[in-house]
């Protein structure tokens, strides 16, 4: 069936959602995905690609897509979507939503489901750059969603604004990494600047009954795991957010506001990334958190870092313990007593 501009009833969002205010309520099921579940809903039933590049705002609501979306057009609105992407996700595509190109601009998500259905090591729910995701539910993949710098640019401005991401992926054993496991995280954040996650829940915790490997860990004479986890019994991902260099483009411009943060190996990784934010970009914040202590290392992984990256340490702000009692989402009973480890 042809997706239509139009097509199904009206999109109506729920009336609340536009009243939450991003960091003073604890995102969820009831807050995140469809806002309107009972729209006359449309079938893609293979991929797509939405290449529209002129000034005019191009909205496609209510649509199950089941195959891969490329998006190099500009100004799009996908409001109340379920992503699924295709059955087998091929390792040439390897994301439901893909729209990191150089023409890619002003592409928004609302009210979506990002659940993919493939079950392999290349599958994500979207990477790309010049988008943003508002009151959107993120799982079931290996990373919940992955800003990329375009090839040739030094941009990625990704927005994620009152979101949740949830029960991740992962495989062991995975022949496209060295260490012969998927390198899950809450997301992942491939090179260029500007992100910005406000008030959004962030799991680094994996779905156990989906993916492989989930057991005790066994490692072979070089120290390479052959099955299991690290971290077993802990269901955390590698990381809860990644953060690397690509395609030539160092990371910056750091906005991570009013968010809950748990699980990972570590919380925030920036490790891989030594030459960036050794400076005051003037943008990066990184405060009003709620982070809680349960990462597979161990306390105070929160964000590991290198020494050089003065630039996070003058970006921490005030951020506070999670302490994942029900109810007590909201609380600023305990300030964190530190933020970044250097290794």
């Known amino acids: 069936m042809a997706i239509s ?61 089941y195959g891969t979306v490329f998006i190099p057009g500009k100004h799009y609105r996908f409001p109340n979507c379920r992503f699924w992407g295709p059955l087998v996700q091929p390792s040439n595509n390897p994301a439901s939503v893909l729209c990191r190109y150089d023409t890619t601009e002003d592409i928004v998500f609302t009210d979506c489901v990002f659940k993919a259905r493939s079950q392999n090591v290349y599958t994500n729910n979207i990477i790309g750059c010049n988008w943003s995701a508002d009151c959107c539910d993120f799982s079931s993949s290996i990373d919940g969603f992955g800003p990329a710098v375009a090839d040739g640019q030094t941009r990625t401005d990704v927005v994620v604004t009152r979101s949740w991401v949830h029960g991740l992926m992962r495989f062991c054993p995975d022949s496209t990494h060295s260490d012969n496991q998927s390198h899950s995280d809450g997301f992942q954040w491939a090179g260029g600047l500007g992100v910005r996650v406000q008030g959004s829940r962030i799991e680094g915790l994996l779905d156990t009954a989906i993916g492989s490997g989930w057991g005790t860990p066994a490692y072979d004479g070089g120290g390479v795991l052959t099955t299991g986890a690290p971290f077993y019994p802990n269901p955390v991902s590698l990381s809860a957010v990644m953060v690397n260099t690509a395609a030539g483009a160092n990371p910056g411009e750091f906005v991570f ?33 709620r982070v809680a202590n349960d990462q597979g290392f161990g306390t105070n992984h929160r964000l590991v870092g290198k020494a050089s990256q003065t630039g996070l340490d003058a970006a921490i702000g005030t951020n506070w313990v999670w302490d994942l009692v029900p109810g007590n989402e909201l609380s600023t009973a305990t300030v964190l007593p530190s933020f970044k480890v250097n290794a």
């Open 257 to 289: 506001e009013d968010n809950w943060l748990r699980g990972g190996g570590v919380g925030i990784n920036t490790l891989g990334v030594p030459t960036a934010f050794t400076t005051n970009d003037g943008v990066t914040s990184i405060q009003r958190n």
């Open 5 to 65: 501009i139009t097509g199904g009833r009206r999109w109506a969002p729920v009336a609340d959602r536009a009243d939450l205010v991003a960091g003073q309520y604890f995102p969820d099921a009831t807050t995140t995905g469809l806002s309107d579940t009972g729209a006359s809903r449309i079938t893609q039933a293979t991929n797509i690609t939405f290449a529209d590049v002129t000034a005019s705002i191009k909205t496609i609501a209510n649509t199950d897509f």
